[in-house]
Structures are given as C-alpha cells and as structure tokens.
C-alpha cells in the first residue's frame, strides 16, 4: 500500500523528479538510468520508436536524440501536456497501452521505462499482446522496471521505495517471470540484465 507520497509524487513534478534522481543513483544517476534499455540497442534517425507509456517524456528525450520518428503513448492527459513541453521533437498519442490505436508491424523499436509495475497482471499480459502486435517483425522490445533483488542488502532499500511510493501490482511484477510470459506471447531472443543488486531488470525481446 503507497503512502500520500505517491499521490504526490504524480501531482508535483518537482517532487517526481526528485524521486527518480534519487531512486536512479545506485546505478549511476538518473542519465544512464534513461539510457539503460537503450545501451547496445542499434538506433539511427529512420528507426520508428514508441516510447510507451511515456509519462512527462524523461526518456522521450533520450530517444530523440537516436530517432526523428519516435512517438510517445500515456493514457494521462496531464503528462502528455508536460512530454509535450518537455520534449516537443516527439510526437504523442493518448491511449491506454492495452489498446493501442497503431496498425500492426509498424514500431521497430517499442520501449518503456518503469511503467509495467503500475498494471495488473490481466492488464500487463494485454499490453505485452498490444506490443507484440504493433512492432514489426524483428523489432525490438526493451523494457527496465523492478526485480526482485538477487543480494539481500537491497531488499530493506527496494521493500521502503516500494511501500512509500507504489502499490500492489509493483509487487506482483517482482513475483513475475518477465521473460516466461514474454515467451508465451511469441517473443524470441530474449535477453534479461540485473542492475543495481537485482533490483532492477532490463529486458530485450525480438518480435
């Protein structure tokens, strides 16, 4: 159960902010936590990006520094109008990422950063049918969210950001085979790193 700093966090950006530098310290700062899915990924100015589920456009920046074609999908209108004035080199789409309004096979690369953990888990597997639908054949999937700590010194530090900040579901996703029910939508290739004690995964998966 999230504390009123959750509340918070989402109505003043400032304070958002200030949550992900901090969160984003143990693995080097918020800047290579933006470009951790991205890192050894193959990125050049015609490469069709979806960056979903995008909030106020953190890690739009990042892609469209790579793409001129990357488009950002949130279902908040709040946090389009600030990715909008964050980021207006983008283009933005409101949507629920379960049912996305792209046709298929038109993404080569859909990426998102810390999001997976706000759905439920009917919802998550929705989602990951939506992205296997719209990314085409080849593309690539890159995801970084929570996971369950491999070293036990990082449980009491993820256990605290957990209650304070998020809810139930950031719970489940931790208890989720990620790379498991990715395979059962018909991903391949698929590669998993841990960072910052287990804590934090990236995963790549190829349509």
Not at 35 to 54: F, M, P
Not at 57 to 63: K, P, R
Not at 85 to 91: G, I, M, S, T
Request: with cysteine.
């Amino acid at each position: 159960m999230a504390t009123i700093l959750r509340e918070w966090s989402y109505r003043y950006q400032w304070l958002y902010d200030a949550i992900a530098r901090l969160a984003a310290v143990s693995v080097g700062g918020e800047g290579r936590f933006r470009r951790l899915a991205l890192e050894g990924l193959t990125i050049d100015s015609e490469t069709k990006v979806l960056d979903l589920c995008c909030g106020s456009g953190q890690a739009t920046q990042v892609l469209v520094q790579h793409s001129q074609n990357v488009t950002g999908l949130d279902a908040s209108p709040l946090s389009l109008q600030r990715a909008r004035h964050n980021v207006p080199q983008a283009q933005y789409t409101e949507a629920f990422a379960e049912n996305m309004p792209f046709a298929d096979n038109c993404f080569d690369l859909v990426h998102t950063s810390a999001a997976m953990h706000e759905m439920q888990p009917k919802q998550l597997r929705q989602i990951l049918k939506e992205v296997y639908r719209v990314l085409k054949p080849g593309g690539v999937f890159a995801l970084v969210d929570f996971h369950a700590p491999t070293n036990p010194l990082f449980w009491p530090p993820i256990s605290l950001f957990l209650w304070l900040f998020e809810t139930e579901t950031a719970w489940q996703l931790i208890q989720t085979d990620l790379p498991g029910l990715l395979a059962e939508m018909g991903f391949r290739d698929k590669q998993q790193s841990l960072y910052a004690g287990g804590s934090l995964q990236v995963i790549w998966a190829r349509k």
